[in-house]
């Protein structure tokens, strides 16, 4: 009776029906545009449609069971805490976000970060970081910066991903080999020189599960791609724990308030304070980075296998929303999941409401399974996760890279290094201002201004060999600018200036056909230019000024000072006025 007449519950939706009218009311709705209340409204939902969801989101919440449980421990927290996350999270995702099929929940990129933050200043440190990360995340969907997220260089991308990879793993080798090292230390160096130093105290049983895990995940697809093999690893380790009597630790004996059950928590406010914020600024902003880039990824793979579209500003709001939400309930930080998000496209999942009801199988799996998972053996999970890290790591595309020019090379090693050895939040922002800086520096190589002397091209057909030359008379000079004018190309005009020159000209004619864009320093000396040639006597016409670059003049009133009739379309109406100005 349900499935004939859910149709017309969602029809009479009215919480959505109510958030879209609020939407339009003050005409945000062009950065927010859930899809699920986009699919309600236009009621394009069938029968069909939501017994696919169904199904995709049944198996999607299994799959996401072990890697939520996993993620929460490795981050330096409780399976309860990813498992909230994912839950909340996961459904907050859906609700609001930008795409049809993304799935949402804690991910191995933030495993690093949140560990650190943590170790640091606590759970309360983590919420307030994950609270700012939220809002920043809405601030960066309503100032429409979606789609400029997506040009961060892919060096910077699969740099810190691998050296994330790295970082996981390293976490995992004192519970896959059962080492008996009571502090594991921070740093990565040191790690390492702990794990050696107790390579004696190998536990066989431990190491011998947590194969076994490995072993399953890479093999298990060949039998079944539809249930995932962390899961079967799970289960089948568990059993052999609990029926064969195998000594190893588990969640119950790390966690063993676990035994008792669990109940979704009640909302808690953090205790916040103006110096806890300002220390907690800078790994805000990388949780948001990393949230951002994350989720924009998944969704443009999302779109390249099913041929739909999503809405990049939605899709950060959205997340945003659920890293506000999520850390009140006692979560960490979510992103959107591309291995859940193709589990959900590969099962059929075609609307948000799957990822909804992936969440609501978590939730009955968290409520009345939860005293299960005690038994879990933790090399288990950590099988899990060297698989996960291994999956990040990107070595086929790193070492492509390598073959990339120098400057790539250079900012992927870098992030990569700096990652591992010392901290994401650094290796995220040095890797954007080196990329910063190596782009400016191809921008202003590929960019220059020449003078022309005799003659030049007519702007008629400049590409064709008989394009139609034009003779620059005596007393005129012209300057021609090609790319963006800029403040990495601006100061030239000053080596061509300044040449002294015994005979200087009457016009001085510059040529924009080819500039794009110009920026305040490039206006500045432009204007400096001028009024230098002016004290000088030298008319300054400019030519083939585009509509973006005439109204940056226009609007800086230099369009008013210069003469609006000394800037003129093309070079040949530039030419006339030069040769009229000689006569006068």
């Not at 001085?508 to 490039?522: C, E, L």
Request: glycine share 8%; proline share 4%; aromatic share 10%.
């Amino acid at each position: 009776m349900f499935l004939q007449n859910y149709n017309v519950i969602l029809r009479r939706f009215s919480l959505l029906t109510i958030m879209d009218n609020y939407l339009r009311k003050f005409r945000i709705s062009d950065v927010f545009r859930p899809k699920l209340f986009t699919m309600i409204k236009k009621r394009r939902y069938s029968k069909e449609t939501f017994l696919s969801d169904l199904i995709a989101g049944v198996i999607v919440g299994i799959v996401a069971l072990p890697l939520a449980i996993a993620f929460g421990i490795a981050s330096g927290v409780s399976p309860q805490q990813g498992l909230i996350t994912a839950i909340i999270a996961g459904f907050i995702v859906s609700f609001f976000g930008g795409t049809n099929v993304l799935v949402g929940g804690p991910t191995g990129a933030f495993m690093v970060i949140v560990y650190g933050i943590v170790a640091e200043f606590g759970m309360n440190g983590l919420i307030i970081a994950t609270i700012l990360a939220g809002v920043m995340l809405i601030l960066m969907g309503v100032l429409k910066l979606g789609n400029i997220i997506k040009f961060i260089p892919y060096p910077i991308i699969v740099g810190f991903t691998s050296g994330i990879a790295v970082v996981i793993f390293s976490s995992q080798i004192k519970d896959f080999f059962g080492l008996t090292l009571e502090a594991v230390p921070s740093e990565f160096v040191d790690k390492w020189i702990a794990y050696f130093s107790h390579l004696g105290s190998i536990n066989l049983p431990t190491a011998g599960i947590a194969l076994f895990t490995v072993a399953v995940v890479i093999y298990w697809p060949y039998v079944n791609k539809k249930i995932p093999g962390s899961l079967i690893a799970i289960i089948v380790t568990t059993v052999l724990v609990v029926l064969g009597g195998i000594e190893v630790e588990t969640i119950g004996s790390r966690f063993p308030e676990l035994a008792g059950g669990s109940s979704l928590p009640s909302p808690e406010t953090p205790v916040m304070n103006a110096k806890v914020i300002r220390m907690l600024i800078q790994p805000a902003f990388t949780i948001a980075i990393l949230g951002a880039i994350e989720s924009l990824l998944a969704a443009m793979v999302a779109d390249g296998v099913t041929g739909k579209k999503h809405h990049s500003n939605t899709e950060l709001i959205a997340q945003g929303i659920a890293n506000i939400v999520t850390p009140i309930f006692g979560g960490i930080p979510a992103t959107g999941a591309i291995a859940r998000t193709m589990t959900n496209i590969n099962n059929g999942g075609k609307t948000p409401v799957a990822g909804i009801i992936h969440a609501v199988v978590l939730a009955l799996i968290f409520i009345c399974l939860m005293p299960l998972a005690v038994h879990i053996p933790l090399a288990c999970l950590a099988g899990i996760l060297v698989m996960v890290a291994y999956n990040m790591s990107e070595w086929r595309s790193f070492k492509a890279l390598l073959r990339n020019p120098r400057s790539d090379v250079i900012v992927l090693l870098t992030t990569f290094f700096l990652t591992v050895f010392l901290d994401l939040t650094i290796a995220i922002e040095f890797g954007l201002l080196m990329a910063g800086i190596l782009f400016l520096k191809r921008v202003s190589e590929t960019s220059n201004i020449s003078v022309i002397e005799h003659e030049i091209n007519s702007t008629k057909d400049d590409e064709a060999v008989n394009a139609e030359v034009l003779n620059i008379p005596e007393g005129v000079e012209v300057y021609e600018i090609n790319g963006p004018f800029f403040f990495g190309l601006a100061n030239k005009f000053d080596e061509f200036d300044h040449t002294g020159a015994a005979k200087r000209p009457k016009v001085r004619v510059i040529r924009m056909r080819k500039v794009p864009f110009i920026d305040s320093t490039g206006l500045h000396n432009l204007r400096n230019l001028w009024k230098r040639s002016a004290r000088e006597k030298i008319q300054i016409v400019l030519s083939g000024v585009n509509a973006n670059v005439y109204a940056t003049l226009e609007k800086a009133g230099f369009a008013e000072e210069l003469g609006k009739e000394f800037i003129c379309s093309n070079i040949d109406i530039a030419l006339k006025k030069a040769a009229q100005l000689l006569q006068e």
